[in-house]
C-alpha cells in the first residue's frame, strides 16, 4: 500500500495536431462522449467534441449527424443566425442524411424565431421539394398552412 501512495504515472506526450498519434482516435466514443455531453446540457463540452469529431473525421460515419448536433447546440443557445449557417452544411454536404432533412426543417425554425416568416417559408419549401417523403416534410406543409 506504501508503495502506491508514493506512485506517480509516467506523462504521457499529447500529440501535436497533424501528429499520426491523432489518428488513435476512437470516432465512435468521440462522437458518444459529445452526445452525452450535450443530453446531460453541457453544451460547450459538447461542441468541443463534435468540433473535434468534424475535424478529425469530416467523412467519417457521424460526420452528418456531429455537423447537425452544432448547429441544434446554436439553436439551442439562442444564437439562429449561427444555428442556420452550421445546419445548411447538412443538406450541402450529406445530402443523403437521415438528418438532412431535420436540419432543413430547423433551418425553418430558426427564421420563425428570428421573425423571418418568408425565409422560414422558403426553408419549408425547400425540405419539400427535397424530401417530400420524409416525416418532417410533412410537418413543413403544416407549417406552410398555419
Known sequence: IEQLRRYTPTPQPVPAPGDSAVLSIDPIGLYNGAITDYQQRRLDLARQGFNE???????????????????IIAYDQGDYGQAIDLLRRVPARYPESSKAPLALRKIGDAYRAMGDAGSARDAYRELIDRYPNSSEAEAARREIRD
Do not use: K, N
Not at 53 to 71: C, E, I, K
Open 53 to 71: 469529431y468534424m475535424r478529425v473525421f469530416p467523412d467519417g460515419p457521424s460526420a452528418s449527424d456531429a455537423q447537425y448536433w452544432l448547429g
